[in-house]
């Protein structure tokens, strides 16, 4: 299984971008997929999830009314549309698949894609 993230760039605060993640390599199905953010110097954190049918999600605190993720099951797509941008959200962005729940950790997810770099300029 290959995760590709792509969509990642420069924006300035307030703008908006669009991740997408497409996976491929088999016939597969994920209970959950997510998006995760690693900052230099920093921990990767959680910032969304959506289980397999798109019916349920969830969000960081720090994103929520902010960022809207989404799925495509025909095409096996995740994105990540992100409005309302700040400088604090600048980050390598990474896909996620594997989560057994919508709040599962990092270590959790056993695929990752390669990540993108998502920079906000103040």
């Known amino acids: 299984v290959q995760l590709q993230a792509s969509g990642g760039g420069l924006?300035?605060?307030?703008?908006?971008?669009?991740?997408?993640c497409a996976a491929s390599g088999g016939i597969f199905r994920f209970n959950y997929m997510g998006w995760f953010r690693?900052?230099?110097g920093k921990e990767r954190q959680f910032v969304a999830a959506i289980n397999w049918s798109g019916s349920s999600t969830y969000y960081a605190d720090?994103?929520?009314?902010?960022?809207?993720?989404?799925?495509?099951?025909?095409?096996?797509?995740?994105?990540l549309q992100m409005n309302s941008l700040k400088p604090?959200?600048?980050?390598?962005?990474y896909c996620a698949a594997g989560?057994?729940?919508?709040?599962?950790?990092?270590?959790?997810?056993?695929?990752?894609g390669q990540g993108t770099?998502?920079?906000v300029s103040s």
């Open 88 to 93: 604090e959200d600048t980050a390598v962005y």
């Open 62 to 79: 720090s994103v929520k009314g902010r960022f809207i993720v989404s799925r495509d099951t025909a095409k096996n797509t995740m994105s």
């Open 11 to 20: 924006v300035q605060a307030g703008g908006s971008l669009r991740l997408s």
């Open 117 to 119: 770099q998502v920079t």
């Open 38 to 40: 690693q900052a230099p």
């Open 99 to 112: 989560g057994s729940t919508g709040r599962a950790t990092a270590d959790e997810y056993g695929y990752w």
